[in-house]
T-cell receptor, first 118, second 107 residues
Framework: DTGVSQNPRHKITKRGQNVTFRCDPI?????LYWYRQTLGQGPEFLTY????????KSRLLSDRFSAERPKGSFSTLEIQRTEQGDSAMYLC????????????????FGSGTRLTVV | KNEVEQSPQNLTAQEGEFITINCSYS?????LHWLQQHPGGGIVSLFM???GKKKHGRLIATINIQEKHSSLHITASHPRDSAVYIC?????????FGTGTSLTVIP
């Protein structure tokens, strides 16, 4: 297993276009998280999945953002009608949490997808 | 208001110095996470802890749940420790992140 993989690494898009990012987590991990990080700031939580279920979605996430994890493995994050303010690094992480557990284990980040909206 | 506050924001140290980075939080948490982010952007998990103290090599992390405070210590610092150190707390199923402490260790 090569860790958490994100594609593409970089994406430049024109304002108004739709973009989709992909995250492949560590195979045995049941939790998958999406974060956004802008320059000089810590990551901001966007959403997370346990298996295929989306359990939490940040208030920061507008209706233009949607995430899926259809088979409980890879996940996609789509941004519709991109705006310049969407320019950021989009980070994915995965972990394993036991049944009725509280603390996730093996928390691992991907390298991120850097989005630039021009 | 940030749920997680880190101090200092920036830190410069001489090689060999003992370093402490502090994290205070205001939400109820089930765990606290220390992360290291290098200039290229990659993030590495250092520790996840819910009580007491953990040690890994030259790194030590402590947490005081009653005081809602955690510290990350680096002993015998080295230039390769130069990075941004981020504190994140797990509360209500999601992580809240501090803005990070940028550490530069000078040879």
């Amino acid at each position: 297993d090569t860790g958490v993989s994100q594609n593409p690494r970089h994406k430049i898009t024109k304002r108004g276009q739709n973009v989709t990012f992909r995250c492949d987590p560590i195979s045995e991990h049941n939790r998958l998280y999406w974060y956004r990080q802008t320059l000089g700031q810590g990551p901001e939580f966007l959403t997370y999945f346990q298996n295929e279920a989306q359990l939490e979605k940040s208030r920061l996430l507008s209706d233009r953002f949607s995430a899926e994890r259809p088979k409980g493995s890879f996940s996609t994050l789509e941004i519709q009608r991109t705006e310049q303010g969407d320019s950021a690094m989009y980070l994915c992480a995965s972990s394993f949490i036991a049944f009725q557990g509280v603390i996730p284990y093996g928390y691992t980040f991907g390298s991120g997808t850097r989005l630039t909206v021009v | 208001k940030n749920e997680v506050e880190q101090s200092p924001q920036n830190l410069t140290a001489q090689e060999g110095e003992f370093i402490t980075i502090n994290c205070s939080y205001s939400v109820g948490i089930s765990a606290l996470h220390w992360l290291q982010q290098h200039p290229g952007g990659g993030i590495v998990s250092l520790f996840m802890l819910s009580s007491g103290k953990k040690k890994h090599g030259r790194l030590i992390a402590t947490i005081n749940i009653q005081e809602k405070h955690s510290s990350l210590h680096i002993t015998a610092s080295h230039p390769r420790d130069s990075a941004v150190y981020i504190c994140a707390v797990l509360g209500g199923g999601q992580f809240y992140f501090g803005t990070g402490t940028s550490l530069t260790v000078i040879p």
